[in-house]
């Protein structure tokens, strides 16, 4: 396994957060937290009909309301949003209206009870329009459509449509297979359900926009808004200085941060937009739905000689993102093709949610492998450990991967040898299962940027644009200085989330922050240690190159009692800067991901259907772990969200008047304390060469196998498999009695 | 107000029954139900100023006397009227207990007591659970063992923690459990939140 090239001062310890003392004491200011003087506080009208053309808006009784400062629609405001959707142009207000949930108009005034009961005086007509809510039937050619060309989402680029992709001679594959099987799996929408609704502080100084928003990427929020407000960036501001989870839907900038801004523009007045818990369900996005075809050539070992996967994601009224199944990526499949349809409907729009194309993918695919496993005769361990992918398509080698100790590791903690046996062999109402899964997400470093000033007491300020979504980036940025200049964590201040003081971050997306901003990280470091070694040369009587400095001493490399204190170089120097703008790349011809095996046991009560997860394990292949600590919160929580979209939680539309009927917490049953197992977490640690200081990622890995291992335990135990999420209760029961 | 009654159970009340929520006042208005999204139901703005009377509260150890509207909760008003920011809603409906507090000695959901009802209570939010500079051990426990991930469910957590602290001094893991039951964590941090006040409780005791 690869080591680190040296030993690390505090990379890879537990150290508890740089931030956690606001957290805990309620000091920590988020969005929502934020007054300014003479703020207006906002709330969105949204469309009650699935497909509609707007005929009129009156807005004259909420106008007279006394408060009322503002009102905004599709007839007065009309404000692209280019990141809302790439199939066809969607403004912040639209019309037609798409969805129930299409935001119809917008209301400020002076208290928020005010601009509830505004919405309630707008007089909407509509005039109907048919709508399909089912992505099958949206593909039939007399389907009512939803875009301009129709409903299959065809954009541009990464918004094309259908996803395709294929290697090797598919006909081949399945010519040399010893049996071949097909089916189909399916995956509802689930929301990110985080904690913080949405909300947006939005005011105007001189032709100026700050926003203090709610976002996972000030620079990219601020790129948006700049676009579509058609201001130059120098024109922007955008802070987030805490944020209370997004888990993907709260990247860059969203409507409700143009709309604070329209409304504060029309009031004159700084606006406050607060979504309630049911606008977050409905007005924003969940995780997209799929129906997924297989159909799987194995030998007679379980060796998969190719596999095909036909699908339909279903996107909702528009195409934020790319709606891709991408769960057969760790498994290897020397011939493959998968066609990707994603489609337009008259329903919630479906986008980011962690590891966006990969649990609902891993639950179809891997399930699937487990059934096959099981008809053959296989041992699923065997099967997973056979079929585990080693080269990227079947040829493009990986920077790390330590898939297979995944594996080892993981089953050995489970105890899987001793405690695996055939699927539903118990007998009497309460059955115990074991299952597991295998999946991962990719790895790439890319652009980044940072500062660093030291001042002359030789502590240090880092700057970075980073958002800190519960992750621990904040903390991760800082561990990070801390280990490349060679200062104290405590002697490190941190800076981040503001476009007017920070420099450029990709945003906290796609799990990479520490692979993007750390690197820039290290080189800001590096940039400002060659500053103070050649003031520290002078004093020490020796070159700058033969300097090196830990805890905040710099010492002479060969003779290590040679040293002065950091602030001994720099006490004179007013103030030191290092900078960097980096971006590092593979060679052509490397992939890179994180790899996880997870297991678990469950406890399925055939009487009641209730599931109860008694063990859990998380083997991850991360590379090095900067922070032991919080990367270990990371798997815990990414699994429990995992375990809500195996057992639980489904945004549930009715059929007859397109609503959603469950758009709160308690009817989309979310997991509380309750349901959680206590989930054991084995880090394969390894210096993976591309990642900065050999880490890889970590955010989005956990939840990836989570739902097809819950799934492959309840299959264990009852010898009944679930192809429709989630695994209900009321499932369960049919299923075995019959 | 129109009540367009129809099998024995009104429109609203269906709605609500469903969990409309937000929608709730749009959808009647639509009339989507009887299909007809034209003939819409607009309430008469009623212009009246919103009632208000004056309370007296005691939040961490200092009295307030606040005038509040009728409608505003104890949440709100904590937030945005004592500043008190760190009692956070969540889903403003009782359900995921970001904006529990300690009301005469029982965590709360503040979000779910209207500011009114309150007139005379002993209330502590996060703020107050300090000491001057010494953290409360559950605090403290949340550090160590990692308790925020995002952050935003962290005061209702550590606020449950202390409740269930001052009634029972050595809980069970089980106990634990349950009494941090009403407070949803989507982080998933659950593991992580139980163990800090097992952990408190072995500083206490």
């Known amino acids: ?738 | 107000m129109e009540d367009k009654k129809g099998k024995g159970v009104s429109r609203r009340d269906f709605l609500k029954g469903l969990g409309g929520g937000a929608v709730g006042t749009a959808v009647i208005s639509s009339g989507l139900l009887n299909g007809d999204p034209a003939r819409a139901y607009v309430p008469e703005a009623s212009g009246a100023a919103p009632a208000k009377s004056i309370i007296n509260l005691k939040v961490n150890r200092k009295n307030y006397r606040v005038e509040v509207e009728h409608r505003s909760t104890l949440a709100e008003v904590l937030r945005d009227e004592l500043g008190l920011t760190g009692t956070k809603i969540g889903c403003d409906r009782g359900e995921c207990g970001a904006c529990t507090v300690i009301i005469n000695g029982r965590n709360i959901y503040s979000c779910s007591q209207l500011a009114v009802w309150m007139d005379g209570k002993e209330i502590v939010t996060i703020e107050g659970l300090a000491q001057g500079d010494k953290l409360d051990p559950v605090q403290e426990a949340f550090i160590e063992h990692d308790g925020p991930q995002c952050g935003f469910c962290t005061s209702g957590q550590i606020m449950s923690g202390k409740a269930l602290l001052l009634k029972n001094s050595k809980p069970t893991e089980a106990q634990a459990r349950r009494a941090l039951s009403g407070n949803l964590c989507r982080c998933g941090n659950y593991n992580r939140e139980v163990a800090a006040v097992l952990a408190a409780a072995t500083k206490v005791g």
């Open chain 1, 1 to 738: 396994m690869a080591q680190a090239p040296k030993e690390f001062s505090i990379v890879g310890k537990s150290t508890p957060r740089i931030d956690a003392y606001e957290r805990v004491t309620g000091q920590a200011q988020y969005t929502g937290d934020i007054q300014v003087a003479g703020m207006l506080y906002a709330r969105v009208l949204r469309s009650t009909v699935p497909h509609a053309k707007i005929i009129s808006i009156d807005t004259s009784k909420a106008e007279k309301l006394p408060g009322v400062k503002a009102v905004i629609h599709q007839g007065n405001t009309q404000i692209p949003w280019s990141s809302g959707g790439h199939t066809h142009k969607r403004f912040i207000f639209n019309n037609p209206v798409r969805y129930v949930g299409d935001p119809v108009a917008a209301v400020a005034a002076t208290n928020r009870h005010i601009a509830e009961e505004a919405l309630g005086l707008i007089e909407v007509k509509y005039e109907k329009i048919p709508y399909v809510l089912d992505p099958n039937e949206a593909l039939k050619p007399d389907a009512p459509k939803i875009g301009p060309n129709g409903n299959l989402s065809v954009g541009t680029g990464a918004f094309s449509a259908p996803i395709e992709e294929s290697w090797g001679d598919l006909e081949k594959g399945f010519g040399e297979a010893d049996r071949v099987f097909e089916d189909t799996y399916i995956s509802k929408h689930v929301n990110n359900a985080q904690i913080e609704r949405r909300v947006s502080l939005a005011k105007w100084d001189n032709g100026k926009l700050t926003v203090f928003a709610s976002t996972q990427g000030v620079s990219n929020a601020r790129t948006d808004i700049a676009k579509d407000f058609g201001l130059p960036l120098s024109k922007v501001r955008i802070v987030c200085k805490y944020m209370g989870g997004g888990f993907g839907n709260k990247n860059q900038a969203q409507d409700y941060d143009y709309m604070a801004a329209a409304l504060a523009k029309v009031a004159g007045q700084p606006v406050k937009l607060e979504f309630t818990r049911e606008d977050d369900y409905i007005g924003m996005h969940g995780r997209w739905s799929s129906e997924q075809r297989y159909k799987i050539g194995v030998k007679k070992d379980g060796t998969i000689t190719a596999v095909s996967l036909d699908a339909v994601t279903n996107m909702g009224a528009y195409r934020k993102q790319s709606g891709n199944l991408s769960g057969t990526d760790f498994y290897q499949i020397p011939n493959f093709k998968k066609v990707i349809k994603p489609v337009h409907t008259n329903t919630v729009v479906a986008a980011n949610y962690r590891a966006p194309a990969y649990p609902q993918s891993v639950f179809g695919f891997a399930s699937f492998l487990d059934q096959i496993a099981f008809e053959m005769g296989i041992n699923p361990l065997d099967m997973f450990m056979r079929n585990r992918i080693r080269m990227s398509k079947s040829k493009i080698p990986f920077s790390s991967n330590y898939l297979e100790q995944c594996i080892i590791e993981g089953s050995k903690r489970i105890g899987w040898s001793e405690k695996w046996h055939k699927p539903g062999a118990m007998s009497g109402p309460q059955k115990h299962g074991i299952g597991m899964a295998i999946a991962g997400y990719p790895f790439r470093p890319g652009l980044g940027a940072a500062t660093i000033r030291v001042n002359p007491d030789g502590t240090a300020h880092v700057l970075v644009g980073v958002t800190d979504i519960g992750t621990g980036a904040k903390s991760t940025m800082a561990i990070i200085a801390s280990e490349a200049l060679g200062i104290p964590l405590n002697q490190i201040q941190l800076t981040n989330g503001d476009t007017d003081a920070t420099p450029y971050s990709i945003g906290e997306s796609g799990s990479r922050t520490t692979a993007f901003t750390g690197p820039a990280v290290v080189a800001a470091a590096e940039d400002v240690r060659k500053q103070i070694f050649a003031l520290a040369a002078r004093e020490l009587k020796v070159k700058a190159e033969e300097l090196d400095m830990r805890d905040g001493q710099v010492f002479v490399k060969v003779n290590p009692a040679q040293k002065i204190p950091l602030e001994q170089a720099v006490r004179n120097a007013g103030e030191l800067i290092g900078r960097a703008t980096t971006n590092p790349n593979f060679p052509k011809e490397m992939d890179g991901k994180s790899f996880v095996a997870h297991f678990a046991e469950v406890e399925v009560d055939t009487w009641t259907g209730h599931v109860r997860i008694t063990r859990y394990v998380a083997a991850h292949d991360c590379g090095t772990i900067l922070n032991r600590l919080t990367a270990e919160s990371q798997v815990k929580g990414g699994v429990m969200q995992g375990i809500g979209m195996a057992l639980t939680e489904e945004l549930l539309i009715d059929k007859v008047t397109a609503i959603p009927i469950n758009p709160n917490y308690r009817d989309a049953k979310v997991p509380t304390h309750l349901e959680a197992p206590e989930v054991e977490v084995i880090f394969i640690e390894n210096y993976d060469p591309y990642g900065v200081f050999g880490g890889k990622v970590v955010g989005e890995p956990p939840i990836t196998a989570a739902v097809a291992t819950v799934a492959n335990a309840i299959f264990n135990a009852t010898g009944k498999r679930f192809k429709v999420l989630p695994i209900t209760p009321d499932k369960i029961v049919q299923a075995v009695r019959v």
